[in-house]
């Protein structure tokens, strides 16, 4: 079954009916402003019966931007540690793909920071995360992932497209087309973005959290957690609520009468994205007041009111998810240590392991990390051999995530790379298998949702063949 954007017989019955009656799609935009039911179909997915039972409601997908160290977070490999300072052995990378030591000595760079066991499960954890440590029975440990990219902004893509093609839907794009929202004031899938203190902090584009090839309404709303969190929000100085409410209304009046002409998805889209912002202008200031929150809770997150920091975005996603929002997606930067790995680790240790083990031990109390699907991922790892004496380079032979809550199986870690870190080489899951094991959780078979593009099936799993890892699922 291929889902349609909004079930394309009704949707032209539906115009067909409203261009035939004196209120015409503003109107009814209007009155939706009053009586969200009216709008219900724009919020409604495309996936409808969902394909499985769901274990999960929603995503919060916590992306360590420039490519963590696995070997300095959650994949131990005291073997690395005894070949410091001796030749990468040539057989495990002859051929391969590098990015910035191709062509160079390849010298074995040992880990940088000390792990210990956390937990009945005996996960192994870099120290210095001690609090993700605190929770290591709730996480599910892959080390074992790998990508096809090897360089920032394509792995980026890939991860979040399943193609390094530019102009493919996103991940949460596709989850808010396939299941809707469930938030009224909110858009369906937010994006956050904080910055680290050790000064690598890449741009990221805004691309990958495009529709893509969908219509527009289900790309990422990039909220700022620092200052006015979307710009031109509020209104200008001396015009009311209700004087804006007119404009809204003349507006999408006008839309409207021009799409009976052109019928174009996209001033639909447009009608709706008028209603949405003039609902956001209640629910937005609402949801960055975190002040109101109590002292305990930011104390659980080590956040301040307004700072802009990982922290804070962490509150925020709580939020986000406890107002229906169905795709939250943060990013923080600076993980891309050429240079000063052991420095570099250890600050963004500091930065995130606090609020990262305060949002699963939040979701937990308020219930609602079971159908909460938790996903902490850079876009690659780093290789197992020097650059510059103390760095490391891009990698994607093999690299660790960990997932938590939405039906994923606590206390449990999955995979492995070879001794040195090299290459994942037991338990390989790929990126198209993470997004088609997602999209299981959310009740979605990802062989049976697609759109038709250029006359083929476009899926966020690719093409290629991949599975679901049904190993990992509790």
Known sequence: MRPNIADDSMRVNRRTFLSRTAMGVGGVALGSLLNPALLAASTRGGVSPLHHPPKAKRVIWLTMAGGPS????????????????????????????????QGQKLVCFGPQTQFKKFGQ?????????????????????IRSMTTDAINHDPAHMFMNTGSQIAGRPSMG????????????????????????????????????????????????????????????LSNPPGVSRDQQRDVVQSVNAINS????????????????????????????????????EPKATLDLYGCQPGDGSFASNCLLARRLAERGV?????????????????????????????????????????????????????????????????????????????LAGGGIKPGFSFG???????AAVENIVTVHDLHATMLKLLGIDHLQFSVKFQGLDTRLSGVEPCRVVNEILA
Request: glycine content about 12%.
């Open 173 to 232: 794009s596709w989850v808010l087309y396939g299941l809707g929202s469930e938030s009224e004031d909110l858009p369906g899938f937010v994006v956050l973005t904080s910055l680290g203190r050790g000064g690598q902090n890449q741009p990221i584009a805004a691309r990958q959290w495009s529709a893509g090839l969908l219509p527009s309404r289900y790309q990422g709303v990039h909220l700022r957690g620092k200052g006015d969190p979307v710009l031109y």
């Open 257 to 292: 009468g021009f799409d009976t002409l052109v019928d174009d998805p996209e001033i639909t889209t447009r009608i709706i994205q008028y209603e949405m912002a003039f609902k956001m202008q209640v629910g937005v200031p609402d949801l960055m007041n975190t002040a109101a």
């Open 416 to 422: 492995r790379t070879d001794d040195l870190g090299y």
């Open 121 to 141: 499960s005996g996960a192994e954890i870099c120290d210095l995360f001690g609090h993700i440590g605190s929770v290591a029975d709730e996480l599910c440990i």
């Open 326 to 402: 169905r795709f939250i997606q943060l990013y923080h930067k600076d993980w891309d240590h050429h240079g000063g790995v052991k420095e570099g680790i250890t600050l963004k240790a500091q930065e995130v392991d606090r609020a990262c083990a305060g949002l699963i031990l939040d979701l937990k109390q308020r219930g609602m990390l079971e159908d909460t699907l938790i996903v902490w991922a850079g876009e690659f790892g780093r290789t197992p051999m020097s650059q510059g004496g103390n760095g490391r380079d891009h990698h994607n032979k093999g690299f660790s995530i960990w």
């Open 70 to 101: 696995h070997l300095e977070t959650l994949d131990y490999k005291p073997a690395l540690a005894a070949m410091d300072g001796k030749l990468m052995p040539e057989s495990l990378t002859k051929g391969q793909q590098l990015a910035q030591l």
